[in-house]
C-alpha cells in the first residue's frame, strides 16, 4: 500500500484545519516526520482483490469530445451469489488517496460480505491514486484547466457510470447496490444516495462532515472538540498545551532559538520559522482526537489505546525542573515515536502529495476553520475568507465558491432537505472526532438514522473488528447490519412482486435466443461442409507440394547453417589472434616485470651501499664527538688562559704603575742607599716579569696555532658534514623519484594488463554471447522448422489414412458388385448355354493361341468381342498400378517382359484347368469352382510364378482348344460388366497400394530422407503400369486373349 498515503484518509480534512493557523491562509498540509519513521496501515492477507481499470469519461456534464482516462477499481467476487439470487453489491466510495489503502483499513465491509453474499467494488477517485486524467500525474495537475474537471459532482458522476456499467457487464441490473464511505468518501456516499437514488438502494456515511461549511456550523466547532477530548482527560495538559504557543513564539525570537527549538524536539534540520513548530505540534494534537481509539491501532501511526490519556500522562508526570517545551516534546513522542525508533523528525511541506486536495479546497470544498479564545487549547484566530481567496488565486489562478457545494447538493436547512428527498442513510459518528460537529447527529426520519457513540473516533465503525471491541462499538456495528438487512429485503420484496412480468419476458426472450442459435447452427453446419470440402482440396494440394517444400527447406537450412558455420570459424580465428594478442603482450609484460625487477635489484643494491655509506658516517661522527669534546673542552681551557692572561696584564699594568710610583719615589731616594737596594729588587722583579711575559706570549702564540688548527678541523668536519648532508638528500631525492617511477611504470603496467584482460574478458563474453545467441537462434529455428514439418506431415498421414479408409470402402463395395455380377454372369452364360442347340469346338490352328499380336485366324470371327474388349482395355490402361517391392529394383526391360510374359502365361493355364474342371462337373457347383478360380487368379497375380510350371500346364492348351464355341463372336454382356468392374478394380488397388506404402515412411531424422523415399514411391508408382497387371509392353494381346479364355 504506499506509506505516503498511510494518513490520507484524515490529512485531507486538517488541510483545512491549518488553513488559517498559518501565517498563509492557503490551505497547507501538516508535514509529516518521515526521515526515520516507518508509516503503519493494516496488512491482511485475508483482503484479496482483482485490480482492474474503467475507460471512465473526463466530463460527464458535456459532449466534447474530450480524452477518457483510466479508473482503477478493485474487485471481490469471493462471496457474491450471483445475479440471479440478486445478490447485493457492496461499493465503497473512493477518498482523496490511493484507494488501496482505503481498501484494506476498511475491515468492517469484507467481514461483513459473506453474511450478505455480496460482491465489492472499490473504485478510486479521479485525480487520486493512480486515476490521473491525461496519462499522469504531472499533466493531469499541470494547471487550472487540466484540473478543472476535478469536483465533487465529476466524481459521482463517475461512481454512478462505473456501477450502472459494472452492472450490465454482470447481467445483474437487478442486484441492489448499497454504498459505503469514511471521512470524505462518506460524504459521497451520502451526496450520491441523494443525487442518484436510483443507482443506490442506501448508504452508511461513517464521519462524514456534510455540514462542515459556511453559515452552517460554527468554525470553531472542530478545534473545540480537539481541546475537549484533552481537556476531559486532564485540565492541566490542557492548560500545558494551551500555554505552549507562547513559549514557543518566545523560545523563537532568541538569538538561538530556533536551533534550541530544533534541538529540543529533535529534529533533523533546523526550524526555518515558529510556524512550521506550531503545525507539526497542531496535526498531532487533531490525529490524536481523531484515532483517541479504545484500543491499541496502528491505523495512522502505531498507538496505544486511549492515546491522549497516554500523552496528558506524559506531559502531567514529566520531572518538576523540565520546561514547559520538553513536556511538551514527552507528550507528542507518544504519537510521533510511540515505539521509540526514531532518532530525529524531518519536517516536510506536503509529504503526500494530495496536491488535489488542495485544489478541491480553493475551489468547493471551502470549510472555515477558526479558534475561540474560551474554549480552545490552540492560539485563537479568526478565519479571514478575503485573505483565503487571494491565496487561492496566486496558487491556483482560481477563485473559490464557497456556496457551491450546499448550492448543489444540499446543506442549508438539512433537515428538510433529507425527509424530503432522502432515505436509507446511515449517518454513524463518534463524539471524540472533530469532524462529528459537522455531521448528522440526530434521526431525520425513520429512514434517515444517525448512529451516535459517545466514546467513538473518526470511522471507527469501518475498522476491522478486534477482540478489544468495546460493547457500544459491537451494538452499533449490528444496528448497522440490520438496517442494511432491511434495506435489501424490502428491496426483494418489492422485486418478486414483479417477477411474474419479468418471467414471461425472460420466456419470451429465451425463446427468441433459441431461434438464432439454431439459425446459426444451420449456417456453421453449411459452413463446416464447406470447409471439409475446401480441406480435401488442401490436401491433395498438399500432397504434391510437400515433397518439393520439404526438400526447399532442407536446402535453405543446409546453406544457412553451411554460412553460419563459415562465419563462426572467422570468429573463432578472430578470437584466436585476439588471443595471439594478449599472449604477446602479457609476454612483453613479463619482460617489463624483469626489467623492473632488475631495477628493483639495482635500487636495492644502492639503497644497501647508502646504509653502508650511513654507517660509516655515524661511525665517523662517533669518532669526531669525542674529539669535539675534546677540542671544546681545550677550547675552555685556552678561553680561561686567555682570562688569566688578561688578568695578569692587568695587575703588570698596576705593577707598572706601582713601579712608576715606585720610580717617583726612586727618584726622589735616587740619592740615598735604600734606593739603590730598591732598584736592584726592582730589575730583578722586571725581569722575572719580563720572563713571565716571553712565556706568557710564547704560550699564546701557541694556544692560537693550536686554536687555528682546532677551527681549520672544524670548518674541514662542517664541509665533509655539508656534503655528506647534500649527497644523502640527493639519494634520497633519488631514492624517491625512482621509486615514484618504479610504482607509475608498476601502475601503468598492472592498468595496462588489467584493461587487457577486461578487453579479452568482454571480448570473449560478447562472442559467448553471440555463440549462444546463434546457438539458441539454430535451435529454435530447427525446432520450428521440425515442429512446422512433423504437424505437416501428420496432417498429410492423416489425409492419407482418410483417403487410405475411403478407398478401401470403395473397394471393398466394388468387390461385392463384382462377386454379385460375376454369380449373375454364370447364371447367365449357363442359361444361354441351355437355349444354344450344340457347342461347338475350338480351331485347332495353333496362331488363334500364340500371335503375338493377339488376333484371331482371318478366315474366323469368333472371340471378336474379346479382341475388342481387350484393345479397350490396353487403350485405356490403369493410371497407377501396384509397384515394385524395393527389392526387386528397376528390372531391364527384357526381364519385366518376359516376367510379366511368365505370369500372363500362368494365369492362362490356371484359367485352362478350371474350364476342364467345369465342363468335367457340369453341376450345380460351378459357382464355387469360379469364386476359386477367381481366388487363385488374384493370388497368381501378387506372387511370383514357377517357369517350369507354366512350361507344363502350356502344353494343355492345344488339348482344351475343342472347348470353346466356334461360333462365338460376341461377348455375353455379363462378361461385359465383369471386364468394366476388373479395370476399375485394378485402377482403385494400385492406388491403395502406393498409400499404404507412402503411409508406411519412418519420419527420419534428416527430413530429406523421407522426401527421397517418397519421391522413389512416386517413381516405382509411375512404374506400376510397367509390371501391373495389363502391361501393354510385356502382355501381348494374344497372351491376354488365352488369359480370358
Not at 469530445?65 to 453489491?89: C, M, V
Not at 506531559?315 to 532518532?343: C, F, H, M, P
Not at 504434391?544 to 547453417?561: H, P, Q, Y
Not at 655539508?722 to 649527497?727: G, I, M, P, T, V
Amino acid at each position: 500500500m504506499g506509506s505516503e498515503l498511510r494518513l490520507v484518509l484524515i490529512i485531507s480534512f486538517v488541510s483545512v484545519l491549518v488553513f488559517s493557523t498559518s501565517s498563509s491562509p492557503l490551505p497547507r498540509f501538516p508535514r509529516q516526520n518521515r526521515a526515520r519513521i516507518q508509516l503503519f496501515g493494516e496488512d491482511r492477507n485475508d483482503y484479496q482483490y482483482e485490480t482492474k481499470y474503467f475507460s471512465q469519461q473526463l466530463d460527464h456534464f458535456s459532449f466534447a469530445d474530450l480524452p477518457k482516462f483510466s479508473q482503477r477499481y478493485l474487485i471481490n467476487s469471493a462471496h457474491w451469489t450471483g445475479a440471479s439470487e440478486l445478490g447485493p453489491i457492496f461499493l465503497y466510495c473512493g477518498n482523496e488517496g490511493d484507494i488501496e489503502w482505503f481498501a484494506t483499513n476498511s475491515g468492517f465491509i469484507w467481514e461483513i460480505a459473506p453474511k450478505f453474499g455480496a460482491l465489492l467494488v472499490f473504485p478510486e477517485h479521479r485525480y487520486y491514486g493512480e486515476s490521473m486524467p491525461y496519462g499522469s500525474k504531472e499533466e493531469a495537475y499541470k494547471n487550472a484547466t487540466t484540473l478543472s474537471y476535478l469536483t465533487t459532482e465529476q466524481a459521482l458522476a463517475d461512481f454512478a457510470v462505473f456501477v450502472t456499467d459494472l452492472k450490465r457487464n454482470l447481467s445483474a441490473e437487478a442486484s441492489p447496490v448499497v454504498l459505503f464511505g469514511g471521512s470524505y468518501g462518506g460524504m459521497l456516499a451520502a451526496w450520491m444516495r441523494l443525487k442518484y437514488p436510483h443507482i443506490a438502494i442506501g448508504a452508511l456515511a461513517s464521519s462524514a462532515p456534510i455540514l462542515q461549511f459556511e453559515d452552517i456550523v460554527p468554525p470553531q466547532t472542530f478545534y473545540d472538540i480537539v481541546s475537549n477530548d484533552f481537556k476531559r482527560e486532564s485540565s492541566s495538559c490542557f492548560n500545558t498545551i494551551k500555554n505552549s504557543w507562547d513559549a514557543i513564539i518566545a523560545e523563537g525570537q532568541k538569538a538561538n532559538g530556533l536551533q534550541q527549538l530544533s534541538k529540543t524536539f529533535h529534529f533533523c534540520r533546523a526550524l526555518n520559522s515558529t510556524d512550521d513548530l506550531s503545525d507539526w505540534l497542531d496535526s498531532a494534537y487533531s490525529y490524536l482526537a481523531m484515532v483517541d481509539y479504545p484500543y491499541p491501532a496502528d491505523f495512522m501511526m502505531p498507538l496505544p489505546g486511549h492515546p491522549i490519556k497516554e500523552v496528558c500522562r506524559k506531559i502531567d508526570g514529566a520531572s518538576s525542573d523540565a520546561s514547559i517545551l520538553e513536556r511538551i516534546y514527552a507528550g507528542v513522542s507518544v504519537y510521533y515515536n510511540y515505539t521509540g525508533k526514531v532518532g530525529c523528525f524531518e519536517l516536510d511541506d506536503d509529504p503526500h502529495g494530495l496536491d488535489g486536495w488542495n485544489w478541491q479546497a480553493c475551489t468547493e470544498m471551502v470549510m472555515p476553520m477558526s479558534s475561540s479564545q474560551k474554549n480552545s487549547m490552540f492560539t485563537a484566530y479568526d478565519f479571514n475568507y478575503s485573505s483565503y481567496k487571494e491565496d487561492c488565486w496566486n496558487t491556483f489562478r482560481v477563485n473559490p465558491r464557497p456556496r457551491w457545494v450546499t448550492t448543489e447538493l444540499g446543506g442549508h436547512d438539512i433537515e428538510t432537505t433529507l425527509k424530503s428527498f432522502g432515505s436509507n442513510i446511515i449517518f454513524s459518528n463518534g463524539l471524540l472526532d472533530p469532524w462529528s460537529g459537522g455531521s448528522v447527529l440526530k434521526n431525520l426520519s425513520s429512514t434517515i438514522v444517525a448512529l451516535v457513540t459517545k466514546e467513538g473516533g473518526h470511522h471507527l465503525d469501518l475498522r476491522p473488528s478486534t477482540p478489544e471491541d468495546p460493547k457500544w462499538l459491537v451494538e452499533q456495528r449490528e444496528a448497522e447490519i440490520g438496517l442494511i438487512q432491511g434495506w435489501i429485503r424490502t428491496y426483494r420484496l418489492e422485486k418478486e412482486a414483479q417477477f411474474p412480468l419479468l418471467k414471461r419476458s425472460w420466456e419470451s426472450s429465451l425463446l427468441e435466443k433459441e431461434q438464432e442459435l439454431l439459425v446459426v447452427e444451420e449456417k456453421i453446419a453449411s459452413k463446416e461442409s464447406k470447409v471439409l470440402a475446401n480441406q480435401a482440396v488442401i490436401l491433395k494440394k498438399r500432397k504434391s507440394d510437400v515433397e518439393g517444400e520439404l526438400e526447399s527447406k532442407c536446402k535453405l537450412a543446409e546453406d544457412e547453417i553451411e554460412s553460419k558455420r563459415r562465419v563462426w570459424e572467422l570468429r573463432e580465428v578472430d578470437i584466436k589472434q585476439r588471443e595471439d594478442l594478449v599472449g604477446e603482450k602479457e609476454h612483453d609484460l613479463e619482460v617489463q616485470s624483469r626489467t623492473m625487477a632488475e631495477k628493483e635489484k639495482d635500487i636495492t643494491e644502492r639503497s644497501y651501499s647508502l646504509d653502508e655509506k650511513e654507517k660509516h658516517l655515524n661511525a665517523t661522527e662517533e669518532d669526531i664527538n669525542p674529539k669535539t669534546t675534546l677540542l671544546e673542552n681545550e677550547k675552555e681551557r685556552l678561553r680561561k688562559l686567555d682570562y688569566d692572561l688578561q688578568q695578569t696584564l692587568v695587575s703588570l699594568e698596576d705593577k707598572r704603575k706601582h713601579v712608576d710610583s715606585a720610580t717617583e719615589k726612586l727618584e726622589a731616594l735616587s740619592e740615598t742607599s735604600e734606593l739603590s737596594i730598591l732598584e736592584m729588587k726592582l730589575k730583578e722583579e722586571l725581569d722575572d716579569m719580563r720572563g713571565q711575559k716571553l712565556e706568557l706570549l710564547a704560550e699564546a702564540d701557541r694556544m692560537k696555532v693550536e686554536k687555528a688548527k682546532f677551527e681549520a678541523e672544524w670548518e674541514h668536519i662542517d664541509v665533509k658534514r655539508e656534503e655528506l648532508r647534500k649527497e644523502v638528500e640527493y639519494i634520497t631525492r633519488q631514492r624517491e623519484a625512482f621509486s615514484m617511477y618504479l610504482k607509475d611504470e608498476r601502475d601503468n603496467i598492472r592498468e595496462e594488463r588489467d584493461a587487457l584482460r577486461n578487453q579479452h574478458k568482454h571480448d570473449m563474453e560478447a562472442l559467448n554471447r553471440e555463440r549462444e545467441e546463434f546457438m539458441n537462434k539454430m535451435v529454435e529455428e530447427h525446432s520450428e522448422w521440425l515442429s512446422k514439418i512433423q504437424r505437416e506431415r501428420a496432417d498429410f498421414l492423416l489425409g492419407i489414412e482418410t483417403q487410405k479408409r475411403e478407398l478401401e470402402y470403395c473397394i471393398e463395395n466394388r468387390r461385392e458388385k463384382v462377386s454379385a455380377l460375376k454369380q449373375k454372369a454364370v447364371v447367365t452364360r449357363e442359361e444361354e448355354l441351355d437355349l444354344q442347340n450344340g457347342v461347338s469346338t475350338v480351331s485347332n490352328s495353333e496362331d488363334g493361341y500364340n500371335s503375338n499380336n493377339g488376333s484371331s485366324p482371318s478366315s474366323a470371327t469368333p472371340f471378336s468381342w474379346i479382341k475388342q474388349y481387350t484393345n479397350l482395355i490396353f487403350k485405356n490402361p490403369p493410371e497407377s498400378s501396384l509397384p515394385m517391392h524395393h527389392h526387386e529394383g528397376a528390372l531391364p526391360s527384357e526381364k519385366r517382359e518376359e516376367k510379366a510374359y511368365t505370369k500372363g502365361l500362368s494365369i492362362a493355364v490356371e484359367n485352362l484347368e478350371a474350364g476342364r474342371k467345369r465342363r468335367g462337373n457340369n453341376t450345380s457347383g460351378s459357382d464355387t469352382n469360379e469364386t476359386s478360380n477367381h481366388k487363385k487368379r488374384k493370388h497368381d497375380v501378387t506372387h511370383e510364378v514357377d517357369p517350369e510350371s507354366v512350361i507344363s500346364s502350356l502344353q494343355n492348351v492345344s488339348e482344351d482348344k475343342h472347348e470353346l464355341p466356334s461360333n462365338q463372336t460376341q461377348a455375353p454382356p455379363s462378361i461385359m460388366v465383369v471386364l468394366s468392374e476388373i479395370v476399375k478394380i485394378t485402377k482403385v488397388t494400385c492406388e491403395t497400394e502406393f498409400i499404404n506404402k507412402v503411409s508406411n515412411i519412418e519420419c527420419s531424422d534428416d527430413p530429406s530422407e523421407a522426401g527421397t523415399k517418397m519421391v522413389e514411391e512416386k517413381k516405382q508408382d509411375s512404374d506400376c503400369s510397367e509390371v501391373g497387371f495389363f502391361n501393354t509392353q510385356t502382355l501381348s494381346k494374344a497372351k491376354f486373349f488365352s488369359l480370358l479364355v
